[in-house]
């Protein structure tokens, strides 16, 4: 039985309203058996059924925070919900940051109903690092606060786990550069050019555009082997453009292109 866009929607709005009332049980009822949680991407993931650790992620960084989502645009595409929001975070020292991110659901029916089968959040923690030392002392503060919290909760081996994300996957530089040519290549629908940003054992098929559509970047985010990119078009946000970048090249090893459904 299909999805409805309405279902899938309703689910993945639930989840940041749960974190937003510290609601643990709630949050972790609207997470499959084998449910799992990458936040953000290149960091441990975090499975319902292993070792309780997503209780533990929702213990380490939901419980003590405030947590509100600005949302920008949502896309459903067959069982995938993406959501382009910004992530405002306020800690208990009185920091408080505002972090741009693509959240991206996959959903599956499990008991007759829908829950999130994977939940991958991509935003910068390089990035959120520099911004939280910006707020001064209190960010300071949220800093060893946050980091002894990650210890005690999730130990040594989660603490390193985590901070992974920091010292892995695909340079800043690299990803945004090809994020970029990627979307040249689209625009000018050039089918070689597009070939050449991929892995030369792995050709991408081409994604299929709307006739006289160009895109204008509106934000790369770039997070462990992969990078995000919000889309503009006639002046208005259209979709996201999701690449996989191989470890081996640096050169696109997957794409996926989602569109809102109000494309015309």
């Not at 625009?187 to 054992?201: E, I, M, Q, T, V």
């Not at 292109?257 to 109000?262: E, G, I, P, Q, R």
């Amino acid at each position: 039985m299909a999805f409805s866009s309405e279902e899938l929607l309703a689910v993945a709005a639930a989840s940041p309203d749960a974190a937003g009332r510290r609601d643990k049980k709630a949050w972790l009822d609207l997470f499959a058996a084998t449910g799992e949680v990458e936040d953000p991407v290149g960091s441990l993931t975090c499975r319902k059924d292993v070792d309780g650790r997503l209780g533990r992620f929702f213990d380490t960084f939901i419980a003590p925070t405030e947590i509100r989502f600005d949302v920008h645009q949502d896309i459903v595409d067959n069982d995938t919900v993406l959501r382009d929001v910004t992530i405002h975070t306020r800690f208990p020292s009185g920091a408080a940051l505002a972090v741009p991110a693509h959240v991206i659901y996959g959903m599956v029916r499990e008991g007759g109903a829908v829950r999130i089968g994977r939940l991958a959040a991509h935003w910068e923690l390089l990035t959120m690092i520099v911004a939280m030392f910006s707020c001064g002392f209190r960010g300071i503060a949220t800093m060893v606060a946050l980091s002894w919290r990650m210890l005690r909760v999730q130990g040594v081996r989660g603490y390193l786990s985590y901070t992974k994300a920091l010292f892995t996957g695909v340079s800043r530089h690299r990803g945004r550069a090809l994020a970029r040519a990627a979307i040249a290549a689209i625009n000018a629908r050039d089918d070689a050019a597009w070939a050449r940003l991929c892995c030369r054992d792995n050709p991408l098929a081409f994604p299929g555009v709307p006739d006289g559509m160009t895109f204008e970047t509106e934000r790369v985010i770039v997070c462990g082997w992969t990078a995000t990119v919000g889309l503009h078009a006639a002046g208005r946000r259209i979709g996201v453009l999701l690449l996989d970048i191989a470890p081996a090249d640096g050169a696109m090893a997957g794409a996926r292109l989602l569109l809102t459904t109000a494309t015309g």
